[in-house]
């Protein structure tokens, strides 16, 4: 069992790696491209709802969200019924960059599914999605203080 999440977390890195390589030319580092994309894809998505989506503390999303904002790629706006929120869209220059990251997702994902037919393909979506299903319930638990029994 251990292999298939090894090798899972190969995959993560190596791709993580070449998207903080290939992206250093807009000025993208160390997964601020995530952000980007998922503030793209649901646009005035506030920062707690992002961090639960991507899997990160409210504290890392904060950081990479200024990081954006002082880039240009994106902005916030007061939510105009609860003034704690603040709703994240990307800019003109944001939508831009999303256009290349699309670009780049789909030739990722032509590599990395490369020899496997669509119904093999739709089945690891399937149970990756199970997976991350799975691994999700420890996250929450954990998230709120508590500690898994081993």
């Not at 904002?69 to 929120?85: P, S, Y």
């Not at 599914?113 to 996250?139: A, F």
């Amino acid at each position: 069992m251990r292999e298939i999440l090894r090798e899972v977390g190969m995959i993560a890195r190596a791709l993580d790696s070449i998207s903080n390589i290939e992206f250093k030319e807009i000025h993208l580092t160390k997964g601020q491209y995530l952000y980007l994309v998922r503030i793209y894809e649901h646009p005035g998505i506030i920062q707690e709802k992002l961090a639960e989506m991507l899997k990160v503390d409210r504290t890392t999303v904060a950081r990479a969200v200024q990081k954006l904002e002082r880039q240009g790629f994106i902005l916030k706006k007061d939510d105009e019924f609860n003034k704690k929120w603040n709703r994240l869209y990307t800019t003109e220059q944001g939508d831009q960059v999303y256009a290349f990251l699309k670009r780049e997702a789909d030739h990722t994902d032509l590599v990395a599914l490369d020899g496997l037919t669509k119904e093999e393909s739709e089945t690891l979506h399937q149970l990756l999605h199970r997976v991350r299903k799975n691994v999700e319930v420890d996250w929450d638990f954990v998230k709120k203080g508590n500690r898994r029994k081993y």
